[in-house]
């Protein structure tokens, strides 16, 4: 089993959509959560982290579940700017401090006009 | 203020022949991660640094590959012999422990593509 499992998808969704994307992780003992974004041919970067009181950020919202260790982002009103794929991002098991990050394969959204 | 920075952005290179990636980490920063990216396995974590000291290497796949950090500003990531099954992207990442910016967060370089023939 992978330490962090995602539905690969492609989503394709219309503009004015809103797409929800979740993840699961192995390691009950994992602290911190995050979602990162890349875009195609690119580096990913960081879109948010995800609290245990659940956070929004815009039109993004992330969501955390330690009893299930489910992870949810959640997109309202998706532009065609927020096609990439998003990584659901976990910290190692053991890694204490040193932020060692165990990612997801990732799933793709695709926005259509 | 310069990010993360990685050469060759490009690399082909005939299978057996020593291929040598480069990554300069954002000043300050004293964490430095070297992953590989492939659509098979995603996104992997081959070894990482904390003030130039090799913590983890597990995920380095073999013997062939081997990485240095001389100084807080440089670090290279050779495979030697490269084989055809090393072609992927590979990202240098690096953090702070201290500072602003989300705890953990890592910056990621442009990548290396390398293709191995």
């Known amino acids: 089993r992978k330490e962090v499992e995602q539905d690969p998808g492609p989503f394709n969704v219309p503009e004015g959509a809103t797409v929800a994307f979740n993840c699961t992780y192995s390691?009950?003992?994992?602290?911190?959560f995050f979602w990162y974004r890349q875009d195609c041919r690119k580096e990913p970067k960081l879109l948010m982290s995800?609290?245990?009181s659940g956070n929004e950020d815009g039109r993004f919202t992330a969501q955390l579940n330690r009893a299930s260790q489910y992870i949810s982002l959640l997109i309202r009103d998706s532009k065609l700017s927020d096609s990439a794929t998003y990584l659901c991002?976990?910290?190692?098991?053991?890694?204490?401090?040193?932020?060692?990050?165990?990612f997801g394969q990732g799933t793709t959204l695709q926005v259509k006009p | 203020d310069a990010g993360v920075i990685q050469s060759p952005r490009h690399e082909v290179t005939e299978m057996g022949q020593e291929v040598t990636l480069r990554c300069k980490p954002i000043?300050?920063?004293?964490?430095l991660f070297w992953y590989r990216q492939t659509m098979m396995r995603g996104l992997e974590l081959l070894i990482y640094?904390?003030?130039?000291?090799?913590?983890?290497d597990s995920g380095m796949p073999e013997d062939r590959f081997s990485a240095k950090m001389p100084n807080a500003s440089f670090s290279t990531l050779k495979i030697q012999p490269s084989e055809p099954r090393d072609s992927a992207v590979y990202f240098c990442?690096?953090?702070?422990?201290?500072?602003?910016?989300?705890?953990?967060?890592?910056?990621f370089g442009p990548g290396t593509r390398l293709t191995v023939t």
């Open positions: 990442a690096s953090r702070s422990t201290i500072g602003q910016g989300e705890k953990y967060e890592q910056y």
């Open positions: 390691n009950s003992a994992s602290q911190s």
């Open positions: 995800v609290y245990s």
């Open positions: 991002v976990v910290n190692g098991a053991g890694s204490g401090n040193t932020g060692k990050l165990i």
């Open positions: 000043s300050g920063h004293d964490y």
């Open positions: 640094f904390n003030n130039n000291v090799p913590i983890d």
